[in-house]
């Protein structure tokens, strides 16, 4: 597993700088806690990209995009360099049910196919 929390802060619409920690583990043992400082940008075409340097010397891009293809039906994609995991990437789609409900389905480069729910607060 492996979460990513971090506060942001806008300079503008476009960019924000990020501050965080990285957390890694299996299971309920958790092996690797590193900081992270970093940038967000939207680039043309509506593309995030999310540029950060670690506490370990290392560093991620990444970059993702969210398709509305039909008012109920999106498409999302995410691609990512990280220097201790390498490439990592995913593409899903997602189809509303009502305001707070999405069903998703993705595939994933590490992980091959799954099915959720999102929910949205």
Not at 14 to 26: H, I, N, R, W
Not at 82 to 94: K, P
Request: aromatic share 12%.
């Amino acid at each position: 597993w492996e979460t990513v929390l971090s506060w942001s802060s806008y300079v503008n619409g476009f960019f924000s700088v990020l501050v965080g920690a990285d957390l890694e583990g299996t299971e309920g043992t958790m092996e690797n806690v590193r900081g992270i400082l970093g940038m967000r940008y939207r680039l043309p075409l509506d593309v995030g990209c999310t540029l950060w340097a670690d506490t370990d010397a290392g560093g991620r891009i990444a970059l993702d995009k969210h398709l509305e293809i039909l008012p109920r039906l999106s498409l999302a994609g995410h691609v990512e360099y990280d220097t201790h995991e390498y490439w990592e990437g995913r593409v899903g789609l997602s189809y509303r049910i009502d305001r707070r409900v999405s069903i998703v389905g993705q595939w994933h480069s590490d992980y091959g196919w799954g099915v959720g729910l999102s929910m949205r607060f």
